[in-house]
């Protein structure tokens, strides 16, 4: 009975109201890529509404990137196509105190998170 009761909770999802968190991100924190086009894909911990906030920490550490994401069928991964220069370090926000785009189904901003990653 408990195990399926702990089943139950992990399948049913973050309470309402929770604070979406970014579960993963790719090109990963810290990696080293090819230069070249590429995908940035964040990942929340929850089904988001179809907004975003992918932010700038300065105009040369951002990559040069379409202006919509593609959302996945569950809602939970946002995949931007860009394209990033050998010998470069890239930053990228997702959210930040003034900018709140990914939000939950609820209406709740994402926790602001940042990956910085450099080109080969």
Sequence with gaps: MIILAVAVIALAGPP????????????????????????????????????WSFVMRDPASYPDCAKTPVQSADGRTFTLDCTVEAGKDYWIG??????????????????PAMVRFSAH
């Design 94 to 111: 997702f959210n930040s105190e003034r900018f709140k785009g990914f939000q939950s189904l609820d209406g709740v901003a994402a926790k």
């Design 16 to 51: 309402a109201g929770a604070i979406p968190l970014v579960r993963a991100v790719s090109p990963a924190v810290g990696a080293e890529i090819a230069a070249g086009k590429i995908q940035i894909k964040v990942t929340f911990d929850q089904p988001m509404r179809a907004s």
